[in-house]
């Protein structure tokens, strides 16, 4: 720890003169911007357990791509949706509850990927499926990262108003003629697209929390969408900038580091914020036991 | 042929590590009727991986690490409930949150003091490699949880299955709860080791959710699923000496394969038998409107 305090104290813009370390903040940025917006629309609609399952069963389909020779990505994206479709199909041809049929499948995919694994020799690092890694990020990984994320972006930029409608209110969305179908899928397909992006930056574990905590962050803090999106992708792109940073000093995980930060930033919010913090109902539900008494 | 298929066994490291999956698997599948029953599935997934830091501290205080995990698994459950309890987010995403901090706690305090306990154990758990300490440790592990389990399990079900009943014949139900969590986290240390922390969430629910689908009474339910988990654990780690790899991997593999044949042909409940029955009962309904 003592080193790392003095390596912090003996130049604390070292990490900005490293060229690895600006991508990395860079990529982390990115990814962080991503999934914050998307968190918003998953945490409205319930569904945060579905990132964390499609993340899982993309193991398989890394391998599989790998074998065949395609990009990485598309065997990632296509193990997802698999994933996605399979849990839908049984739930809704069996009694068995939603949540433990997503457990059921991704675990069997997962399951099989590392089967595969260890099967198949490749020189895909499984420790940076896993856990990610940020550091020493080749340039085509790079400029297939940015594109990715890209589009994605600006599919959910483009299609903002009606995935809104459909999160908030999927018998609203059918009602008033949106095809919610079709917002369905274009919903997972963006997750499973947000989290090819982000393999990268945390790995397929800690996906999850990049998916959940922002969006929650700003449900804390806000009332208003709007707000809640701003809110969510700052503490996502703070996080993931601070986390790079940290990381380079105390010689540690990157992902985790994002991810603890993104942590940290939650149980803030969960104490301070305004009108739904820890402190502000203590504050509320005093101030009315007061009123009560002096009637 | 079959001097080759005996191969495994001869091997004290196999048979090690196919008895200690078989127990391991069995004392789950019990347990993941329950789970199943309580719809506590994303409880296992978020334990399992809540208890890696207590089990990286614990290596490194060179305690044993059922005692860590065990304490860090119940830590997470109170974060959980605190969370869930004093803040207007759902349950699911509150679960999210907690577990991915705990797990992404874990991995930080791995990279920076590497120890014993290694990422490869997170992932693939360490059936092969297992020391006779472990061994031991799965052991009482498993045999306090079945202990507890018999000892209460008319208890655990009545909660499972309708917790305000439980509660309105006078029943424990914060004790119940309590008891359930602790044997999830007791359980998914046994289990960590056998198939590693992503994969421990199917050991505590596959069989059980397969033995759902093949009958309607719980006493036959507890049944096929611990068969299954014993049978396929042995099965899965005797397979991985042939695939050459990965334990977790094969046992899972399998469960998901007999579960999807319990999806497809079980005789009441199974997607097929359903199928011919609302086939039939057309078919019946249309008879009676034509006569």
Redesign the interface.
């Known amino acids: 720890m003592n080193a790392a305090v003095e390596l912090f104290l003996q130049d604390p813009a070292a990490p900005f003169r490293h060229q690895f370390m600006l991508e990395a903040l860079g990529v982390g940025v990115l990814v962080g911007v991503v999934c914050a917006m998307l968190s918003c629309y998953l945490v409205l609609k319930g569904w945060s357990l579905m990132g964390d399952a499609i993340s899982h069963a993309m193991l398989p389909g890394i391998v599989l791509a790998y074998v065949a020779g395609l990009p990485l990505s598309v065997g990632a994206f296509a193990a997802g949706l698999l994933c996605a479709s399979a849990t839908g199909f049984i739930k809704s041809h069996s009694r068995v509850k939603e949540d433990t049929v997503m457990g059921i499948v991704f675990t069997g995919l997962f399951g099989l990927g590392l089967v595969l694994f260890t099967k198949v020799k490749t020189d895909v690092h499984l420790n940076h499926i896993l856990f990610g890694s940020l550091l020493g990020i080749s340039q085509s990984l790079i400029i297939q990262t940015s594109v990715i994320g890209g589009l994605t972006l600006l599919a959910i930029l483009l299609l903002r108003k009606d995935l809104l409608l459909f999160c908030f209110d999927a018998n609203h969305a059918r009602s008033i003629g949106l095809n919610t179908t079709r917002l369905y899928y274009t919903l997972l397909s963006l997750v499973a697209l947000a989290i090819v992006v982000s393999l990268q930056a945390v790995g397929i574990i800690l996906v999850m929390a990049m998916l959940i905590t922002p969006g929650c962050i700003g449900f804390l803090l806000s009332h208003r969408f709007t707000h809640m999106l701003q809110i969510a992708v700052g503490s996502a792109v703070l996080s993931s900038i601070v986390g790079v940073y940290v990381s380079y000093f105390i010689n540690g995980a990157t992902g985790a580091c994002i991810v603890l930060v993104l942590a940290m930033l939650f149980l803030l919010a969960m104490t301070f914020a305004p009108r739904r913090g820890l402190l502000a109902r203590r504050f509320l539900s005093a101030r009315s036991k007061i009123r009560a008494g002096a009637r | 042929m079959i001097e080759q298929l005996t191969i495994p066994f001869q091997y004290e490291y196999m048979l090690k590590a196919i008895f200690v999956s078989a127990l391991i698997g069995g004392v789950c599948a019990f347990l993941s009727c329950f789970v ?1 029953l309580k ?1 506590w ?2 409880m ?2 978020a334990l399992s ?1 809540s208890i890696v830091p207590g089990v990286a501290l614990a290596v490194m205080l060179g305690l044993p690490f059922a005692v860590g995990a065990f304490f860090a698994g119940l830590l997470a459950a109170a974060a959980m409930g605190f ?1 869930k309890a ?5 349950e ?2 509150t ?3 907690v577990f ?2 705990f ?3 874990g ?2 305090l ?3 003091y590497p120890t014993g306990f290694n ?1 490869r154990t997170i ?2 758990g360490n059936m092969l490699g297992i020391a006779d300490f472990d061994i031991l440790q799965a052991i009482v592990i498993c045999a306090i949880a079945m202990t507890v389990l018999l000892a209460k399990w008319k208890d655990l079900l009545l909660f499972c299955f309708d917790a305000n009943q439980a509660r309105s014949i006078g029943l424990n139900t914060t004790a119940l709860h309590f008891i359930l969590l602790s044997l999830l986290s007791a359980v998914a240390v046994a289990a960590l080791q056998a198939v ?1 922390a ?2 421990v ?2 050991m505590l ?2 069989p059980g ?1 397969t033995a ?2 093949l009958t309607d009474r719980f006493g036959r339910m507890l049944g096929i699923a611990s068969t299954m988990g014993v049978l396929t654990s042995a099965a899965g780690a005797y397979a991985s000496y042939f ?4 334990v ?6 399998l ?3 007999l ?1 999807l044949l319990a ?1 497809a042909f079980a005789p009441k ?3 097929l038998a ?1 199928r011919r029955a609302s086939r039939k009962a057309i078919a019946a309904t249309l008879q009676e409107v034509s006569a």
């Open positions: 199943t719809g599935s994303l296992g997934d991986h969370v004093k803040t207007p987010i759902r699911d995403a679960i999210g949150i991915t901090s797990f992404a706690l991995l930080l791995i990279s920076l990422l992932v693939f590693g992503c994969l969430v199917a629910v596959t959710a759902y689908l695939l050459d790899g990965s977790g991997g094969c046992i899972v593999v469960q998901t394969t579960f999806f409940h199974g997607m359903s």
